[in-house]
């Protein structure tokens, strides 16, 4: 068995004993799993939420398939990977574990076919360029985020697209030479061709296959099989294969760039005149080459100021390529244009992040490890079959222990890496931390590890010093200043109001900043900028509800009744419209359903009785009450809802609205002094005391009031 598996390592063109085979498939899988194993636990990572374990459509189990591929809630169009994630969740649920095991298993089918996808093409040391693959520590990035499934999904098919492709090149070169047509042969396509489209449906990375299939085909193919021909000669039949192929990756294109710029861009990214865009590109090919050659120091995001600026040191990344591509042309003669055809190759895989097209994550970062995972195949080839140049060369010299060694000394370097990195992915805060270690000049480890802190540990005083520390170093990242600024609103709401004001500045319709900018105010007892601040939030659809019920309950604290109704009455004009579905899930607005229904029952109380214009509803204040504790999305909520009228005496309500409000107040006091931080509460607390001790509301209702007709509850039905 072992000279049938040094023969399988060493020489894609030989066969081995099945248990030769078996075995050599059994350990690439093993190198495509165990060193990713530390990053396996329940925790999420950075938008593993967002893109599934809270995508309404992967929990759908009814229409779940529907609405993935017809697009819904999805910041790319990935249909093909996001059914997977749909089948997977319906065997793991909300265990991401088992998310992260089946991402380790996709990365390992994914390396088995590329072991079979080389041996088609006949490429030197098939099984070494797999397993270097398959252990890279840059794939961590990739194999250990649950979101990138659609990274590992894709790289399975462009194997299968490319394997296939290959073999249908072999079969016609048997069947009646190199341009010969069969049924077998175009059986090969079709499939290569399915495989291409379901890869370029899985990630776009995928698209850049044609370019790598035509790279292989003439430069490749006539050396292993012997064809003489011009390529004038060879290359309309070429063109009649690869056709297909590139007007389904220009299709896959065009459908990315308009799902990034709808939906995945929230503002224009200016990524620079042409110019700028090669010097970056060529520093950006320089920075991947480096990872892979020496993977140290390896983390989430880099900074950003690593991208040379136009000074005259940005021209030494072009003329480095341009030097490598001297060295590789001057080379061709004793590796017949290997190292020229792999750098084209690994260059033409990375095109999709260089700067061509603006990507949403380049706010972030402009280079990522995840970017490497299939231009890595490029250098895994060369570096494998120099691995075989010496291999063979032991077994001339009698060697044939030592043709292993090599290859297995690098391995278990790179798994060592490996390993190492992948408990970096064990859960947010070392993700952060190793990133800011890794990479002190970054800035985006900061924003992370405290936005973790802050919404995921709800631990805001040790969130506020990454979240300051990433406002100094990217004062124009406008999500950062909002996150600040609510880590510091209960405590220092002058601060956050400052904050809040940097990132409006920054991105002027920034709605939630706004939103938040309101409740400072609020603490700040600044009630009439409060006022200002959610009428100018109003004007977008998706604050309309979430503004005017903060405007509703501004009037029930402090404005008289006329104010009140007609804070009401604008409320209820737009509740119906903003409960459609297309604004579930949107940022900010989980609260508002709850903050609206209370604020509803509120109202009730104060337009009844001592000179109100309606009889109290006690029915309807207590349906109020009930809907606001059925969509209460913490404890304190749920205490909230109660502090106006306990459960038991719902079923038989028979006090007045100032007797409620007064004993909702005794409640709210005792709940204030628990959470003196809340803003909420507190105001909850003001509005209960002003109905219950005070006429201020009830005496502005006069008929000649100029505030209309008094609201009704249809008025202020959701």
């Known amino acids: 068995m072992l000279g049938g598996m040094t023969m399988l390592l060493h020489d894609a063109g030989r066969a081995g004993d099945w248990r030769g085979w078996l075995a050599c498939g059994l350990l690439l899988c093993g190198l495509a799993t165990i060193p990713f194993l530390p ?3 329940a925790e999420r990572l950075w938008d593993d939420p967002h893109y599934v374990f809270e995508n309404p459509p992967v929990a759908d189990r009814e229409r779940g398939l529907a ?22 969740y319906g065997l793991f649920g909300d265990d991401a574990r088992g998310f992260r095991l089946a991402n380790m298993f996709w990365h390992a089918v994914g390396c088995c076919v590329a072991w079979w996808a080389a041996r088609a093409w006949r490429l030197p040391g098939a099984w070494w360029l797999a397993a270097l693959w398959a252990v890279h520590p840059t794939n961590v990035d990739a194999v250990a985020w649950i979101s990138q499934h659609k990274a590992t999904i894709a790289a399975v098919f462009f194997m299968l697209a490319a394997g296939a492709f290959a073999h249908g090149l072999e079969a016609a070169h048997e069947a009646r030479g190199a341009d010969g047509l069969d049924g077998r042969r175009l059986g090969w396509y079709a499939l290569a061709l399915a495989c291409h489209v379901a890869g370029c449906l899985s990630k776009t990375d995928a698209v850049m296959l044609p370019p790598l299939l035509t790279i292989l085909e003439v430069w490749w193919w006539p050396l292993v099989t012997a064809d003489s021909r011009p390529l004038a000669a060879r290359l309309p039949a070429i063109a009649r294969r690869q056709l297909p192929f590139y007007a389904v990756s220009a299709a896959a294109a065009v459908v990315a760039m308009k799902f990034m710029r709808e939906r995945t861009l929230q503002s224009p990214l200016d ?12 520093w950006a090919v320089c920075f991947y080459l480096a990872d892979v050659v020496w993977p140290a120091n390896l983390a989430a995001t880099y900074p950003v100021g690593d991208l040379p600026a136009g000074e005259a040191t940005s021209w030494l990344w072009p003329a480095l390529l341009v030097g490598l591509c001297a060295i590789a042309w001057a080379a061709r003669r004793y590796d017949r244009g290997a190292a020229l055809a ?14 061509i097209v603006p990507q949403g994550f380049f706010q972030y970062s402009l280079v990522a490890d995840r970017y490497l995972h299939l231009p890595l195949l490029a250098p895994a080839a060369v570096a494998a079959a120099a691995l075989t140049l010496w291999a063979d060369a032991a077994r001339r010299r009698g060697c044939g222990a030592a043709s292993l060694l090599p290859g297995a000394l690098l391995i278990m370097t790179l798994a060592a890496v490996t390993w190492r990195h ?12 190793a990133a800011m270690a890794a990479q002190p000049r970054a800035w985006y480890p900061h924003f992370g590890l405290g936005a973790h802190l802050l919404w995921d540990r709800h631990d805001a005083a040790a969130a506020i010093p990454p979240l300051m520390e990433s406002c100094r170093r990217k004062p124009d990242f406008a999500k950062g200043h909002f996150v600040a600024g609510l880590a510091v609103t209960p405590t220092r709401p002058a601060d956050a109001r400052r904050h809040l004001a940097d990132a409006i500045a920054v991105e002027p319709e920034y709605v939630m900043a706004w939103l938040a900018l309101g409740e400072c105010c609020v603490r700040l007892d600044d009630l009439d900028g409060a006022t200002q601040v959610y009428a100018h939030a109003a004007r977008w659809a998706n604050a309309t509800r979430r503004a005017k ?3 509703l309950r501004l009037a029930l604290a402090s404005r008289p009744r006329a104010a009140v109704v007609a804070a009401a009455r604008d409320l209820a004009q737009v509740s119906q419209a903003l409960a459609s579905p297309r604004h579930a899930g949107v940022e900010g607005l989980a609260g508002d359903a709850f903050e609206q229904a209370l604020a509803e029952a509120m109202f009730r109380l104060v337009n009844a009785g001592d000179g109100g214009t309606q009889a109290f509803d006690q029915a309807g204040f207590v349906r109020a009450i009930a809907g606001a504790r059925s969509v209460a999305g913490s404890p304190l909520d749920v205490a909230r809802a109660e502090a106006w009228a306990e459960p038991k005496t719902w079923a038989r309500l028979e006090t007045l609205p100032t007797a409620i409000a007064a004993a909702a107040a005794g409640r709210l006091a005792t709940l204030a002094a628990l959470h003196p931080l809340e803003r909420t509460v507190a105001q909850d607390l003001a509005i209960a005391r002003r109905i219950s001790g005070s006429d201020a509301v009830n005496s502005a209702a006069t008929p000649d009031s100029g505030a209309g007709p008094a609201a009704t509850e249809q008025d202020v039905k959701n």
């Open 67 to 88: 609405r993935i591929w017809a697009g819904e809630f999805l910041m790319d169009y990935y249909p093909v990977a996001q059914t997977a994630i749909w089948a997977e």
């Open 342 to 355: 792999a750098l084209a190759a690994f260059t033409i895989l990375l095109v999709p992040v260089l700067f």
């Open 422 to 433: 992948a408990a970096d992915y064990r859960d947010e805060r070392a993700l952060w931390s």
């Open 549 to 551: 019920t903060e405007l």
């Open 271 to 282: 990524l620079g005149p042409p110019l700028d865009r090669v010097l970056d590109a060529s």
């Open 39 to 41: 990053s396996v636990s």
